[in-house]
């Protein structure tokens, strides 16, 4: 009797819950009101709940189709390279109306060649969608090197052009419940190595020219060379992006921010065989005569392990400038260095107005490294009166454990880094580590309760004073995301 007793409690919690979720199923449709009713009338008169997921985008979309509607095949064989290209095109008719159109990709593995998106646009992954990247090189068109490059970065010339690529667009979100993007990029690296190869290696997504991305919610994995590329754009929301890649793997950079304002880069984790983050603006003259810098940058809620390499690099194509990168809240984990800044003569540029604070690192090599030692030249035409300007550089409130070096810190001769500020910092060394715990040369600045003592080009000042972080808001930070509801065909 008393199992029987538990039994009816048990069913009628059961019928109870399924009345409360029933319930918010119906107040959740109720908040977009544009979408269609939950409750769908067959031939038979008999009603059922037509299944919705919501997502998070700055815009919803009115319009919506599937890969499926345009011939596209999930069975990891077929190439989609057409179909994704029609479907965006067909898309694209819709402009702004009511908010533009969405292409949901579904469960699958999505074979493709490159494909170009378009303005209020959104492409949706599902969570078991995988979108990967063909290896076939007839299907990666060769497009001009950047302007603020001159020239591909693994050779002269062009660049296999990007697997999701878009230039001159407006209001582009690239998003998913954690749907994966496969770069497939072993056959690149090998290439790469061997130095067969004719052009510059293709990144997963580059945006050009445009304004309004939002890039979050994925999971890109073994992209053949840098992963998510916004270049000459403004207002970026990068977020929730999970990338993954063989920490030797070359040139795996995860998000390099390149002449770009007003970008939020959040809630990130990064394994990489490069920098996990990279920011940018062009290499030494091209770059300079492009002149757009990299500026209005927010990064925080970061991980990244990458044992070669940085987990935020400045540079060290900066020649068209960086300026106000605000980074908070880092969790570095076996890297190579915390905070890098990598110019060189030729480059000219600047890199000014840096401010790091919250930031945590589990075995490094270098908790701080500035460089004006770095050469990898465009070309011979580089300017040797071309000096960078490094200036007013802070870092707060951090703590370090199993580290080799503190830090590396090398200026220009004749030209130092100056207004270098280091405050309430706590490294504990490495067993292992070097005699030399702090090496400077050519860098001015100050420090206080850094253990342990820093060089003395950084002496202690009085008083305990920390280094600057701003306290206001840069004003992608006040960008909003909202609840966005989908309604896929197949379920």
């Given at each position: 009797?008393?199992?029987?007793?538990?039994?009816?409690?048990?069913?009628?919690?059961?019928?109870?819950?399924?009345?409360?979720?029933?319930?918010?199923?119906?107040?959740?449709?109720?908040?977009?009101?544009?979408?269609?009713?939950?409750?769908?009338?067959?031939?038979?008169?008999?009603?059922?709940?037509?299944?919705?997921?919501?997502?998070?985008?700055?815009?919803?979309?009115?319009?919506?189709?599937?890969?499926?509607?345009?011939?596209?095949v999930g069975d990891g064989v077929t190439s989609n390279t057409k179909a994704f290209q029609t479907a965006i095109d067909h898309l694209g008719q819709f402009g702004s109306k009511g908010g533009g159109s969405l292409l949901f990709v579904p469960p699958g593995r999505w074979l493709t060649g490159s494909f170009n998106l378009t303005s209020h646009f959104t492409l949706f992954l599902h969570q078991d969608a995988v979108l990967l990247a063909t290896q076939d090189e007839n299907e990666w068109p060769v497009i001009d090197?950047?302007?603020?490059?001159?020239?591909?970065?693994?050779?002269?010339?062009?660049?296999?052009?990007?697997?999701?690529?878009?230039?001159?667009?407006?209001?582009?979100?690239?998003?998913?419940?954690?749907?994966?993007?496969?770069?497939?990029?072993?056959?690149?690296?090998?290439?790469?190595?061997?130095?067969?190869?004719?052009?510059?290696?293709?990144?997963?997504?580059?945006?050009?020219?445009?304004?309004?991305?939002?890039?979050?919610?994925?999971?890109?994995?073994?992209?053949?060379?840098?992963?998510?590329?916004?270049?000459?754009?403004?207002?970026?929301?990068?977020?929730?992006?999970?990338?993954?890649?063989?920490?030797?793997?070359?040139?795996?950079?995860?998000?390099?921010?390149?002449?770009?304002?007003?970008?939020?880069?959040?809630?990130?984790?990064?394994?990489?065989?490069?920098?996990?983050?990279?920011?940018?603006?062009?290499?030494?003259?091209?770059?300079?005569?492009?002149?757009?810098?990299?500026?209005?940058?927010?990064?925080?809620?970061?991980?990244?392990?990458?044992?070669?390499?940085?987990?935020?690099?400045?540079?060290?194509?900066?020649?068209?400038?960086?300026?106000?990168?605000?980074?908070?809240?880092?969790?570095?984990?076996?890297?190579?260095?915390?905070?890098?800044?990598?110019?060189?003569?030729?480059?000219?540029?600047?890199?000014?107005?840096?401010?790091?604070?919250?930031?945590?690192?589990?075995?490094?090599?270098?908790?701080?490294?500035?460089?004006?030692?770095?050469?990898?030249?465009?070309?011979?035409?580089?300017?040797?009166?071309?000096?960078?300007?490094?200036?007013?550089?802070?870092?707060?409130?951090?703590?370090?454990?199993?580290?080799?070096?503190?830090?590396?810190?090398?200026?220009?001769?004749?030209?130092?880094?100056?207004?270098?500020?280091?405050?309430?910092?706590?490294?504990?060394?490495?067993?292992?580590?070097?005699?030399?715990?702090?090496?400077?040369?050519?860098?001015?600045?100050?420090?206080?309760?850094?253990?342990?003592?820093?060089?003395?080009?950084?002496?202690?000042?009085?008083?305990?004073?920390?280094?600057?972080?701003?306290?206001?808001?840069?004003?992608?930070?006040?960008?909003?995301?909202?609840?966005?509801?989908?309604?896929?065909?197949?379920?």
């Amino acid at each position: 009797m008393e199992l029987l007793k538990n039994h009816k409690t048990l069913h009628m919690m059961n019928q109870k819950l399924v009345l409360i979720l029933l319930l918010a199923f119906i107040s959740a449709n109720n908040v977009n009101g544009r979408h269609s009713s939950p409750l769908h009338h067959n031939h038979h008169g008999h009603n059922h709940i037509k299944d919705y997921f919501e997502y998070s985008a700055v815009t919803c979309r009115a319009y919506t189709a599937s890969i499926t509607d345009f011939g596209g095949v999930g069975d990891g064989v077929t190439s989609n390279t057409k179909a994704f290209q029609t479907a965006i095109d067909h898309l694209g008719q819709f402009g702004s109306k009511g908010g533009g159109s969405l292409l949901f990709v579904p469960p699958g593995r999505w074979l493709t060649g490159s494909f170009n998106l378009t303005s209020h646009f959104t492409l949706f992954l599902h969570q078991d969608a995988v979108l990967l990247a063909t290896q076939d090189e007839n299907e990666w068109p060769v497009i001009d090197p950047l302007p603020s490059y001159g020239r591909g970065r693994d050779a002269d010339g062009g660049r296999y052009i990007s697997l999701i690529f878009g230039t001159n667009l407006t209001d582009v979100i690239i998003t998913g419940n954690n749907g994966t993007i496969n770069g497939q990029g072993s056959p690149w690296w090998v290439k790469f190595r061997a130095g067969q190869l004719k052009y510059t290696r293709p990144y997963l997504i580059e945006i050009m020219y445009s304004d309004s991305i939002q890039i979050s919610n994925l999971t890109l994995i073994d992209s053949p060379s840098w992963n998510v590329h916004p270049i000459y754009s403004s207002n970026i929301i990068i977020q929730g992006i999970t990338i993954l890649a063989p920490v030797r793997s070359p040139n795996t950079d995860g998000i390099n921010p390149d002449s770009c304002t007003n970008t939020r880069i959040e809630d990130c984790y990064i394994v990489s065989g490069d920098d996990c983050i990279a920011v940018k603006s062009g290499w030494d003259e091209y770059g300079i005569a492009y002149g757009m810098p990299t500026q209005q940058l927010v990064i925080r809620r970061l991980t990244c392990i990458s044992p070669t390499s940085a987990v935020i690099a400045l540079g060290s194509e900066m020649s068209g400038g960086i300026q106000d990168v605000r980074a908070e809240d880092i969790v570095a984990i076996n890297s190579e260095s915390g905070i890098r800044i990598k110019t060189g003569i030729g480059r000219g540029g600047f890199v000014k107005d840096i401010y790091v604070k919250g930031f945590t690192m589990h075995t490094m090599k270098w908790a701080f490294w500035m460089t004006g030692n770095y050469g990898s030249h465009a070309d011979d035409k580089w300017d040797p009166s071309a000096i960078p300007i490094i200036q007013n550089i802070n870092y707060r409130d951090m703590v370090a454990e199993n580290v080799t070096m503190a830090a590396r810190l090398e200026g220009i001769a004749g030209d130092p880094f100056t207004g270098i500020c280091i405050s309430n910092v706590t490294i504990a060394m490495s067993p292992f580590a070097k005699k030399l715990t702090w090496n400077c040369t050519d860098v001015e600045g100050v420090s206080s309760d850094v253990t342990p003592q820093p060089c003395a080009a950084l002496p202690p000042v009085q008083g305990g004073k920390a280094c600057d972080f701003p306290e206001e808001k840069l004003p992608i930070e006040d960008v909003k995301v909202h609840m966005c509801y989908y309604k896929p065909k197949y379920m």
